[in-house]
C-alpha cells in the first residue's frame, strides 16, 4: 500500500466516524421522543459541505472524496429527518432547510450552468467549498474563548478533539500529495483549533465526559 492510498483511507475512516457522532444525537432524540436540546443546523450547513465536496469529488473524479462525502450526505440526511420526526415546532427548522435548498439551486444553475466545463469551473467550486470549510471549523471560535473566560472544559469532548485532530490532517496531507490546495488549506485550520483544544485541556482540568455539540466537519 502506498502513502497516497494509506491517507486515502485514513481520510475515509476518520471522517466517516467523526460524521457518525451525530448518531449519538439520533440515539438520544429516540429514546426521549423529542428533539430538545439536540442542535439542528450543524446537521444542515454540514449535509451543504458534504454536496458542496460531493459535486467537487465527481468533476475531480476522486473516489475519497466520492465515498466520504456521499456517507456523510446520506447521514446528515438521516439525522434531518429524524429531527423533523421528533421535534415539536419545526417552523424555524423548516425556513432554514428550505433556505438551503434555494442555496442548492443557484449553486447548481451556477457551477454547472453559467461556469464553462473544466479547470474554471473546477477552481470556482473548489474555492466555494473551501470558505466554506473554513467558515464551519472556525465557527466554535467564540465557544473557546467562553472556555478560556471561564476555565473550564466541560463543554469540549477529548475524543471530538482528536478525531478531529485526525480527521484534519489526514485530508490536509491527502491534498499535499495530490497537489490540491482546494483540500489541503481548508483543512488546516482545524488542525490549528484541535491543538488550541489540546492546549486548553492541559491548562484547564480534567477530560470532560459530556457530549459536545455535534460540529461539522469535513471535506
Known sequence: MDFLQFLSWSCIVFTV?????????????????????????????????????????????DGTLLLVNTIGASLQILYIFAYFHYAK??????????????????????????????????????????????SMYLSPLA???????????????????????????????YGLQLNDYYIMVPNTPGIITSLIRFFLFRQFGAVSQEKPSYKLIQT
Open 89 to 134: 415546532e419545526r417552523r424555524r427548522e423548516f425556513l432554514q432547510t428550505l433556505a438551503m435548498g434555494c442555496v442548492l439551486c443557484v449553486a447548481w444553475v451556477y457551477f454547472s450552468r453559467i461556469l464553462p466545463p473544466g479547470e474554471t469551473q473546477l477552481s470556482h467550486l473548489g474555492l466555494f467549498c473551501s470558505v466554506f470549510t473554513v
Open 143 to 173: 465557544d473557546l474563548l467562553e472556555i478560556v473566560r471561564t476555565r473550564s472544559v466541560e463543554r469540549l469532548s477529548f475524543s471530538l478533539t482528536v478525531a478531529t485532530f485526525l480527521t484534519s490532517a489526514s485530508w490536509t496531507l
Open 17 to 61: 466516524g467523526m460524521f457518525s457522532t451525530g448518531l449519538t444525537d439520533l440515539k438520544k432524540m429516540r429514546a426521549s421522543q423529542s428533539a430538545d436540546n439536540v442542535q439542528f443546523l450543524p446537521f444542515l450547513t454540514t449535509c451543504l459541505n458534504n454536496l458542496g465536496w460531493l459535486y467537487y469529488g465527481v468533476l475531480k473524479r
